[in-house]
């Protein structure tokens, strides 16, 4: 029995002894009859017979030769031993330790660069505001181009004038005082609106003209200097002319003069608490931009001169206003301009339009 089960497990012992068994249990179960045993018995012996000596001619036979598969698989178990995966991973750590360095070494290198290039623009930087700087102050001191460095520069100046006062105050105050005071016409508001802004801008002028005489003692119906010949005298009634102090005192003087003027006492005449309160804000800010417009080197003016004119020939300096109705006047021809909404805003000497203004053309 020991030379039966060499080379086999008790498992598989116990498999084939099972095949050998379960043919002769029919025999058991049927008994020993005479018709029975001979239908009954024969096949299951026979099968019994064949399994055994089928079981016999596998005896001689290797364990190993019993399955390929097994083989192959038992050696690619013996390759991927343990410790050679170990090893392995050993190996991979320290080529991720050294990966991970030479990335740690690159990224140092790459922030000191950084950091240098940094400083050198910094340095560019600082260079290249100090060279505007130096030409600001060439084109200040020629007396024909602004100070692109000044905080008060021409172009600034416009583009607060149109979008703080413009934008954000008279078209509301317009429509306001249009709503509120039905018989008025929405171009005689426009009219009024007009004469007090020209007067503002005429006060700010003579007070600018009136502090270079000032400086220079000068008589008050004397001429005042060229600028070019004159830039030192300029600047320093520019500088003074932006303190705080100084352009409060104006607004205070200009809207109590303006408040006695019988444009701005019919238009507050019959209106609201707020349409007032509104008018009054208009007046002091609009006062305040053309003080510093004023003041500024080179002089900045607003131009009212439009009235009467054909449109087609102040197109270049002019919008048409668009009112609710049609504008008619018994006296002006149709095209020509009848009043001057919003100033255009220009150089002293017309050599530059930085804003454009707005008028009413007559239709009819």
């Not at 340095?123 to 008060?152: I, R, W």
């Not at 019919?266 to 931009?289: G, H, I, M, N, P």
């Amino acid at each position: 029995m020991a030379h039966v089960t060499d080379g086999l497990s008790s498992s598989e012992n116990e498999d084939r002894m099972a095949l050998v068994k379960r043919s002769i249990l029919p025999v058991k179960r049927e008994g020993c009859f005479p018709f029975s045993s001979i239908f009954h018995v024969f096949p299951s012996c026979f099968r019994s017979i064949q399994c055994a000596f089928r079981w016999i001619g596998t005896l001689g036979l290797d364990q190993r030769d019993i399955c390929g598969r097994c083989i192959d698989l038992q050696d690619r178990l013996e390759e991927g031993h343990p410790r050679e995966n170990h090893d392995q991973l050993q190996i991979l750590q320290e080529r991720y330790d050294q990966l991970d360095e030479t990335t740690e070494r690159q990224l140092v290198s790459l922030q000191s660069k950084y950091d240098s290039l940094y400083e050198h623009y910094i340095a560019l930087q600082k260079h290249s505001d100090y060279l505007t700087s130096k030409m600001a102050e060439v084109s200040a001191n020629s007396g024909d181009l602004e100070c692109l460095n000044d905080p008060f520069a021409n172009t600034k100046l416009a583009n607060e004038f149109d979008n703080n006062i413009r934008n954000n105050l008279w078209i509301d105050l317009c429509e306001n005082i249009v709503d509120e005071k039905g018989d008025h016409s929405e171009v005689e508001v426009l009219r009024k609106l007009s004469n007090m802004m020209q007067s503002i801008h005429g006060m700010c002028y003579d007070k600018a003209d009136n502090h270079i005489r000032e400086f220079l003692f000068l008589d008050p119906g004397d001429d005042l200097p060229f600028l070019k010949n004159n830039l030192g005298v300029y600047s320093t009634r520019k500088n003074i002319a932006h303190n705080e102090t100084v352009t409060n005192k104006i607004k205070l003087e200009i809207r109590s003069s303006l408040q006695q003027t019988e444009d701005y006492q019919e238009l507050v005449r019959d209106t609201s608490c707020e349409a007032t309160t509104s008018l009054q804000e208009f007046v002091e800010k609009f006062a305040l931009y053309c003080w510093l417009m004023t003041v500024a080197t080179p002089r900045m003016v607003l131009r009212f001169d439009a009235v009467g004119r054909p449109y087609d020939d102040i197109k270049d300096r002019y919008v048409e206003y668009a009112t609710q109705d049609e504008v008619e006047d018994e006296v002006q021809p149709v095209g020509t301009v009848k009043c001057v909404a919003w100033p255009s805003v220009e150089l002293q000497d017309f050599a530059n339009i930085w804003k454009k203004g707005e008028v009413v053309v007559t239709k009819s």
